[in-house]
């Protein structure tokens, strides 16, 4: 006899998890620039083809795959930083083509003011995710808030001291992204994140 009720059918979301490749390729970059911040090294092409391509590149891949995943928080931090890092390279590698001149510290306050205060915003998006995105958001805001500081200042004590936070910061995006790989791989809770109940 054929049912009469249609079974319910379920679909399964076929796209991987972007989340992982998004916090890693920020981390990652984060920390490099940072380590350059607390004065271990110069600026050079390591950092800038990190910003171009894991950073940058790598991040705004992740948004956008967000986006199919229906994800606005994700979809609006991973496509913006990835934009951020692509915009910092283009500020360090314009005036040197002389295609414009050289930000001032004035424009670069404005600029990492303005990343600072948009990432202050998303933080509160954190607030309904998990206690290490928490974590990511709030070290970022205060990362960007010294690198304000020290730019205004002209104090290289202050830029080594965002350096050293930013290396945290940094560190903590990675952890959070290997968590979710690792969690979804073992298919338990191998890294906690604090999920928030």
């Avoid at 229906?70 to 934009?83: K, Q, R, V």
């Avoid at 952890?175 to 109940?197: D, F, Q, S």
Wanted: one cysteine or more; aromatic letters at 14%; a neutral charge.
């Amino acid at each position: 006899m054929i049912p009469t009720t249609p079974a319910p059918v379920v679909v399964k979301d076929g796209i991987a998890n972007p989340a992982p490749l998004g916090l890693c390729a920020f981390g990652m970059t984060t920390v490099l620039l940072n380590i350059h911040n607390a004065g271990f090294f110069e600026l050079n092409a390591m950092i800038l083809a990190m910003g171009i391509f894991y950073g940058g590149l790598a991040q705004v891949i992740a948004g956008i795959i967000e986006a199919k995943k229906n994800n606005t928080f994700g979809l609006t931090a991973f496509t913006s930083y990835g934009f951020f890092w692509l915009s910092l390279v283009a500020l360090i590698v314009m005036p040197k083509l002389g295609w414009a001149p050289k930000a001032s510290e004035g424009a670069m306050c404005a600029y990492l003011g303005i990343w600072g205060f948009f990432t202050f915003c998303l933080f509160f998006g954190t607030l309904k995710l998990n206690r290490a995105l928490q974590f990511v958001f709030g070290s970022l805001t205060i990362l960007f808030a010294l690198l304000v500081w020290g730019d205004a200042t002209g104090n290289e004590s202050i830029k080594h001291l965002a350096g050293y936070e930013g290396i945290i910061c940094g560190l903590s995006a990675i952890y959070t992204g290997i968590a979710g790989v690792l969690n979804e791989v073992y298919g338990r809770e191998v890294l906690p994140i604090g999920a928030v109940k």
